[in-house]
């Protein structure tokens, strides 16, 4: 008879979770202490001998800290983890050999030899799954409702430190990374992209004082909330997506993310969802206008964020004449 590994579903929600979870920048960032020490406590606290903050990333699960384990990720096909970010709160697997769903899993299998295992869901602050702080034994056992409690504080202690990652990270309003973040997090993917293409693009808000002045600032927030929900929407959840300040956004894409034949072009994604997400202004429909620039480029060891920056500015700016002489 042919077993076969039963894949953890997919959840509904999971493009948006991929964003949440791309946009704290954590995954195959190096380990620390705010991490390890938790998972050390943990596996201490409860007697095992393997203790992780493990991220569900689109096709594997990547462990942030870990204890007892010398593997930094596996697939998210064959992953526990993959199946607690289904659950409310956590996943209990007393014995791993009895579970239709693990049994013949290669962690219970091989030489992981996975009996015992629960995980804490990791939740962000707008409730979604980024992954599990989990304990795993390699014999059977039980997991009393005072355990339980333990687990859930500690994981407690996770969330926030992912909350302070990213509250460090994020422009307030907008919810996208601010200049600072969006700025490190480039250039850490430009250390780590060496030959590969990318595209920059940059926006400009159209007429935004105006808005402003007509509008209130309650409506020029707005306006900038509902721009910044399109760009989430329209480019792939792994792009870097920032407010550089004011009315002026910039994207970081992997070229290969806007050119594949299942991917809409972003910018007319951008425009359906400007259409049909409009501004209301005292019962009148407001469009939001925009300018944009882009360049490629191939990343080298000499490419800098300021210079690639001014290109996209400039190819903005040239936009945004060509509109004003039509006009």
Same mark, same amino acid.
Request: one cysteine or more.
């Given at each position: 008879?042919?077993?076969?590994?039963?894949?953890?579903?997919?959840?509904?929600?999971?493009?948006?979770?991929?964003?949440?979870?791309?946009?704290?920048?954590?995954?195959?960032?190096?380990?620390?202490?705010?991490?390890?020490?938790?998972?050390?406590?943990?596996?201490?606290?409860?007697?095992?001998?393997?203790?992780?903050? +493990? !991220?569900?990333?689109?096709?594997?699960?990547?462990?942030?800290?870990?204890?007892?384990?010398?593997?930094?990720?596996?697939?998210?096909?064959?992953?526990?983890?993959?199946? +607690?970010?289904?659950?409310?709160?956590?996943?209990?697997?007393?014995?791993?050999?009895?579970?239709?769903?693990?049994?013949?899993?290669?962690?219970?299998?091989?030489?992981?030899?996975?009996?015992?295992?629960?995980?804490?869901?990791?939740?962000?602050? @707008?409730?979604?799954?980024?992954?599990?702080?989990?304990?795993?034994?390699?014999?059977?056992?039980?997991? +009393?409702?005072?355990?339980? @409690?333990?687990?859930?504080?500690?994981?407690?202690?996770?969330?926030?430190?992912?909350?302070?990652?990213?509250?460090?990270?994020?422009?307030?309003?907008?919810?996208?990374?601010?200049?600072?973040?969006?700025?490190?997090?480039?250039?850490?993917?430009?250390?780590?992209?060496?030959?590969?293409?990318?595209?920059?693009?940059?926006?400009?808000?159209?007429?935004?004082?105006?808005?402003?002045?007509?509008?209130?600032?309650?409506?020029?927030?707005?306006?900038?909330?509902?721009?910044?929900?399109?760009?989430?929407?329209?480019?792939?959840?792994?792009?870097?997506?920032?407010? !550089?300040?004011?009315?002026?956004?910039?994207?970081?894409?992997?070229?290969?993310?806007?050119?594949?034949?299942?991917?809409?072009?972003?910018?007319?994604?951008?425009? @359906?969802?400007?259409?049909?997400?409009?501004?209301?202004?005292?019962?009148?429909?407001?469009?939001?206008?925009?300018?944009?620039?882009?360049?490629?480029?191939?990343?080298?060891?000499?490419?800098?964020?300021?210079?690639?920056?001014?290109?996209?500015?400039?190819?903005?700016?040239?936009?945004?004449?060509?509109?004003?002489?039509?006009?």
């Amino acid at each position: 008879m042919v077993l076969s590994v039963k894949k953890p579903d997919i959840p509904t929600n999971d493009e948006a979770r991929l964003y949440a979870l791309n946009i704290l920048r954590i995954l195959d960032t190096e380990p620390e202490q705010r991490f390890d020490c938790i998972t050390r406590l943990a596996s201490n606290m409860f007697d095992v001998p393997i203790a992780l903050v +493990s !991220l569900v990333d689109e096709e594997r699960q990547w462990f942030k800290s870990k204890v007892g384990l010398a593997a930094c990720e596996t697939s998210r096909d064959i992953s526990f983890c993959g199946h +607690s970010i289904n659950e409310e709160n956590h996943l209990i697997v007393e014995d791993a050999t009895k579970d239709i769903r693990f049994f013949d899993n290669p962690l219970v299998t091989g030489d992981l030899s996975i009996r015992f295992y629960t995980g804490k869901v990791l939740r962000d602050h @707008q409730g979604y799954a980024l992954g599990t702080l989990c304990l795993i034994d390699t014999k059977p056992r039980q997991f +009393s409702d005072e355990n339980l @409690q333990s687990l859930n504080d500690l994981g407690s202690i996770v969330e926030r430190e992912l909350l302070a990652l990213r509250l460090a990270k994020l422009d307030g309003l907008t919810q996208l990374l601010n200049r600072i973040g969006f700025v490190s997090d480039t250039e850490k993917l430009f250390s780590s992209a060496n030959d590969v293409r990318l595209k920059a693009y940059y926006f400009d808000l159209d007429n935004f004082k105006s808005l402003n002045d007509s509008g209130g600032h309650d409506l020029g927030d707005k306006a900038l909330k509902v721009f910044s929900s399109g760009l989430q929407a329209s480019f792939h959840h792994s792009d870097l997506v920032g407010r !550089l300040g004011g009315d002026e956004f910039m994207v970081v894409s992997k070229a290969e993310n806007s050119s594949d034949l299942n991917v809409s072009d972003p910018i007319a994604q951008l425009d @359906q969802y400007l259409n049909t997400n409009p501004l209301y202004d005292e019962g009148n429909t407001s469009g939001l206008s925009y300018s944009w620039g882009v360049t490629d480029f191939i990343v080298t060891p000499e490419t800098d964020f300021e210079h690639i920056l001014k290109c996209a500015d400039r190819a903005m700016y040239d936009q945004k004449m060509r509109k004003s002489d039509c006009s």
